[in-house]
């Protein structure tokens, strides 16, 4: 099983530990996701000082996912924190497909809303540094993506 995800930006690597003891089907599908190199030159379209920073559209709309069908999903107990890695999703609590979102700061108020996948273990300073907007005028890109 895959136990971390890192995400090389244009400011360095970010290093997120995956908790397939979570959400194991969300973990696989980041890890296949970008293994096959669906994140790499995708960007981070919607990024929210104080809140989150959101990529995995490849269209970099925020309006699309991989080809795959959506994920069911896998709701659990772990926090909305600083450094916490979720799946984003439609209304449908069950459209999660490629887009997820890396916590700035406590977002509690999404707990049990949406499916935590991992934390940034190393490397957030990275993230804190991606381009703020929804979207950003020059958004911050994954120039490549690796499970291992």
């Not at 003891?21 to 980041?30: E, F, Q, T, Y």
């Not at 439609?90 to 406590?106: G, L, M, R, T």
Request: proline share 7%; aromatic share 8%.
């Amino acid at each position: 099983m895959f136990q971390t995800l890192t995400l090389t930006l244009d400011t360095g690597d970010v290093v997120i530990k995956l908790r397939p003891d979570l959400a194991p089907n969300h973990v696989a599908r980041i890890a296949e996701l970008a293994n096959e190199g669906f994140y790499d030159g995708v960007v981070f379209h919607r990024v929210i000082p104080g809140f989150m920073a959101q990529g995995g559209d490849p269209t970099g709309t925020g309006m699309s996912g991989s080809s795959r069908p959506d994920l069911k999903s896998e709701f659990n107990r772990e926090p909305h924190v600083r450094g916490v890695c979720s799946m984003a999703r439609s209304s449908n609590p069950h459209s999660a497909n490629s887009q997820f979102f890396i916590c700035f700061d406590d977002a509690t108020f999404l707990d049990g809303q949406y499916t935590v996948w991992g934390e940034v273990s190393s490397g957030m300073e990275h993230v804190d540094a991606l381009p703020k907007g929804e979207p950003p005028h020059t958004p911050g890109r994954i120039l490549k993506a690796v499970a291992v």
